[in-house]
């Protein structure tokens, strides 16, 4: 997938110096971050109405639209996809996949915790339930 983003961030950058009446990119570049960001939100509750509508197809579709439309604001804001992957593999580092940081600023250069889960065997566990 990052390749695929990675792709497309380089054909983002590359529409953006484009004829706006030829490329969509380019005049979304044109008009400036506000429209951008709309459009980025405008995709998101797109994705949100479809998945709730049950229609996997169109969140699929409503998605790339999405991502692409994120990409564009990432170029607009000096942000490459590397440095989306960095954080994100910090963030794995120091509190596994997909768990969320603590609320408030986490120093960049915080110390990653050795996070140790109390492991309880599944037997013991039985015992507590029985009567
Ligand atoms: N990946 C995309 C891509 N995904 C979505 N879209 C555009 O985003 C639109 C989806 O959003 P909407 O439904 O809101 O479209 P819309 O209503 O027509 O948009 P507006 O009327 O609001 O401007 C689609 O109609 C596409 O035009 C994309 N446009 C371009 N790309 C890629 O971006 C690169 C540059 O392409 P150009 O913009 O054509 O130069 C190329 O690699 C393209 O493949």
């Known amino acids: 997938m990052s390749d695929s983003i990675g792709r497309l961030y380089r054909a983002v950058s590359a529409a ?6 030829a490329s969509r990119t ?4 044109q008009r400036g971050p506000a429209k951008m960001a709309k459009k980025l939100a405008e995709e998101a509750i797109e994705v949100v109405i479809d998945a709730l509508s ?3 197809d169109a969140v699929v579709r409503e998605s790339a639209d999405l991502l692409y439309n994120l990409i564009v604001l990432w170029a607009q804001a000096g942000v490459k996809p590397e440095d989306v992957w960095r954080e994100m593999e910090r963030r794995e580092r120091l509190l ?5 940081l603590p609320k408030g600023p986490v120093p960049k250069n915080a110390p990653v915790p050795v996070v140790r889960r109390r492991i309880v065997a599944l037997e013991s566990r039985l015992r507590k339930r029985q009567p």
């Open 54 to 56: 049950g229609k996997p």
């Open 16 to 21: 953006r110096d484009l004829d706006p009446a």
């Open 96 to 100: 596994g996949i997909a768990e969320k």
């Open 26 to 29: 380019a005049r979304l570049f």
